[in-house]
């Protein structure tokens, strides 16, 4: 037997009759799971803070049949995000998932990192999930319960060479705080709280930096188990799965996307 070594599968009707927001939406993890999440059925009101990746993703949508409702939102900004949940919400009765994909931060070594970047990278990690995830609450108590996926990062979980990473790591660790806090005030309410941690996953972001430090590109690629780096793609099927109702009895989990890598230690040359 042959097995594909990326994620795939069927996707049809797993996500039907589900009004799903995705933030971060203009490209790399969040352009993929927007597209995945329609596929599977659901009505997709996305958004992303760069007017270019709106755009992008809204012809890719159409390209490929698929409908996506594209919005110029700044996930930090708290009146812009409360407007663009409540339109949302009036327009389709409801939501049921929020995929909590935005997230900008700073990389630099600690002893060289300003006061300014540190502050930044906290708001631009923390703020982007605290917002949409507070102006989609009440909707989700009225609606009965809903879904809601935190993307964090292996980062919150263990250091990592060659990275920069000590405010990165500090934002996404109080993602998976926040995650497991707010999956226990959500139980009441049938609102099921988790968390994705992704681990090396190659996106425009990642490629650049591994083409100019070639130490960070081998620890890249040996970082995973298995002899491949992630994929977008990778990171959405694990949402698609949290954000249904096959994973009705899941709550407060914080699910890996890193080939192995939080299972072990160092790297391994592939």
Known sequence: MTFNRFS???VGGRLAGKVALVTGAGGGQGQEVALLFARAGATVVASDIAEAGVTATAELAAAHGLAIDMALVDAADEAGVNQWVADAATRHGGIDILYNNAAHTHFAPFAEMSVTQWRE??????????????????????????????????????ASEDLGAAAHAAGKGGVLGFTSQLALEGAPHWIRVNAISPGPILTTVTAAMAL???????????????????????????????????????????????????????????
């Open 121 to 158: 990278t906290l708001r631009l990690e923390l703020d982007v999930v605290f917002l949409p995830t507070h102006a989609v609450w009440p909707h989700m108590i009225e609606r009965g319960g809903g879904s809601i996926v935190n993307i964090a990062s292996v980062s919150g979980m263990r």
């Open 212 to 270: 100019q430090n070639k130490a960070f590109s081998d620890r890249f690629n040996g970082w995973p188990m298995l002899a491949r780096t992630g994929r977008p793609i990778d990171v959405a099927y694990a949402g698609l799965f949290l954000a249904s109702d096959e994973a009705s009895f899941i709550t407060g989990a914080n699910l890996t996307v890193d080939g192995g890598w939080s299972a072990k230690g160092g790297f391994t040359p592939h």
């Open 8 to 10: 795939t599968g069927a």
